[in-house]
């Protein structure tokens, strides 16, 4: 079964709802219409009803018309669209006398009938509304006067109704799909413009963006999200390829290094002091290159954010520690000196693997931006329910416009001032990624020539 195109269902659901509304409505006109005149009909007998009983007496057995000369002759003369037949029966049914509009006809007497109930009847073919009202003398009932009215009017205006109702309906709900569709067809124009825009899209074509509506409704709200989720595949995209090109770049440049020094090595013997040199300096090329793949393959690793933690409860001056002692060799090397300060034992719920990758990377950078006989200081402490760790160093710092770009992948401030310092601009990059990952508060302060501070917060 072919599916219905997103307007017909709108325009087809819309048209189920009002066609049950305009269901309802039209019963309860009929229904209305109806009880209104069965309400005009049972009033109208019964004033005929209270105004006759005014003119008959009851005498020895018999039912007599007072003025009845007058009666008649009223009777006779009285014109109206629907008039009342009154009829006399005596106990059995038979017939006493009638009203002169009777003519040949005559009422019927239902002896199953309920006195003073009204119900309907036949008048020969047509349809009344009679009540039968029982004529007493003393407790006997005597005879009985029946007053009818013709429905023949009623029903004819009921069966119009019925017939206007039932003619009307399918063209209503014929009317009512086109006008909806209409609308509906103009309601979701702006979804064929996001099918338009979303078809030119591609991986080459990343900057066309879905046109927002006027009316700011649900269509206006998918339009600017769509668009957002455009922005950030533009935006990955661009850092997916920014990336790939800066560790082209980072990994091309040690591998020329050590093919140049390789082939200078070749061109012509030389003493084994230089070629120990020369073996050297390719071995910490070598060195660097593998420390480069390292944190490309753990950022990689971690891209998704979606890894698996082991959450433990560690330690955090265990963890400082123990990471000071296994950068001992290179802070010893610039004879820095640490300085912790621990009022007591801290804990925190977290990975302990990741949490040693984020301080040692940080200790690693404050060491190498380090003056030979700087100082770096670790702290921990409780601030507003939080447990907040910082290290900081005295070092050359970081100039306030490359505060926004250091956790970009590769970037390294004054790389051109200081080539001695050697890196690969991954680390602060693996810090922010992974603190993001293990829900970690990370700030940077820094002054140049004056020093850095690193803090780490943690909920509790």
Not at 172 to 177: K, S, T, W
Not at 260 to 276: C, F, H, S
């Amino acid at each position: 079964m072919q599916q219905l195109s997103f307007k017909n269902r709108i325009a087809s659901n819309y048209l189920i709802s009002t066609a049950l509304l305009i269901f309802v409505v039209f019963c309860v006109i009929y229904a209305i219409v109806r009880f209104s005149i069965n309400i005009k009909v049972n009033n109208d007998i019964k004033i005929e009803v209270a105004k006759h009983l005014r003119e008959i007496e009851v005498k020895e057995n018999c039912v007599l018309l007072i003025r009845e000369n007058e009666w008649k002759k009223i009777q006779f003369n009285k014109v109206e669209i629907s008039p009342a037949f009154i009829q006399f029966v005596d106990e059995l049914g038979a017939l006493v006398d009638k009203s002169p509009n009777l003519k040949q006809k005559q009422l019927n007497y239902y002896p199953e009938a309920i006195n003073n109930v009204l119900f309907d009847g036949k008048l020969e073919n047509t349809s009344v509304r009679q009540i039968q009202i029982p004529l007493y003398q003393d407790t006997k009932i005597i005879g009985f006067m029946i007053i009818a009215m013709s429905v023949e009017d009623s029903v004819m205006v009921l069966n119009n109704l019925f017939f206007i109702l039932v003619v009307a309906y399918p063209l209503i709900l014929l009317v009512l799909f086109l006008i909806a569709r209409f609308i509906a067809g103009r309601s979701i124009k702006p979804i064929s413009t996001i099918i338009h825009t979303s078809n030119i899209i591609t991986k080459d074509n990343l900057k066309s963006r879905i046109p927002l509506p006027v009316n700011k409704d649900e269509l206006h709200l998918l339009s600017m999200t769509i668009n957002n989720l455009l922005d950030r595949v533009e935006n990955a995209i661009e850092r997916e390829k920014q990336f790939t090109s800066d560790a082209s770049h980072e990994l091309r440049t040690p591998l020329a290094v050590i093919k140049g020094t390789l082939e200078v090595l070749i061109r012509k013997p030389r003493n084994p002091e230089e070629y120990k040199e020369k073996i050297d300096f390719c071995i910490s090329e070598v060195n660097r290159l593998n420390l480069l793949v390292d944190e490309l393959l753990l950022l990689a690793r971690f891209e998704n954010q979606k890894q698996s933690l082991k959450i433990e409860k560690v330690s955090l001056n265990a963890l400082f520690l123990d990471i000071i002692s296994r950068n001992s060799s290179i802070i010893s090397q610039k004879k820095i000196k640490c300085e912790v300060n621990f009022s007591k034992d801290f804990y925190v719920e977290t990975d302990a693997y990741l949490l040693s990758i984020v301080i040692n990377n940080i200790l690693t950078n404050a060491v190498k931006y380090s003056k030979p006989g700087g100082l770096i200081s670790f702290s921990i402490s409780e601030e507003n329910s939080r447990t907040v760790c910082t290290i900081a160093d005295n070092g050359i710092g970081i100039a306030s416009e490359d505060l926004q770009k250091i956790f970009d992948q590769f970037y390294r401030s004054k790389a051109n001032e200081h080539p001695e310092i050697k890196g690969t601009g991954l680390g602060l990059s693996i810090v922010k990624r992974l603190s993001t990952l293990l829900q970690i508060d990370l700030r940077i302060e820094s002054r140049e020539e004056v020093g850095t501070k690193v803090i780490l917060s943690f909920s509790k």
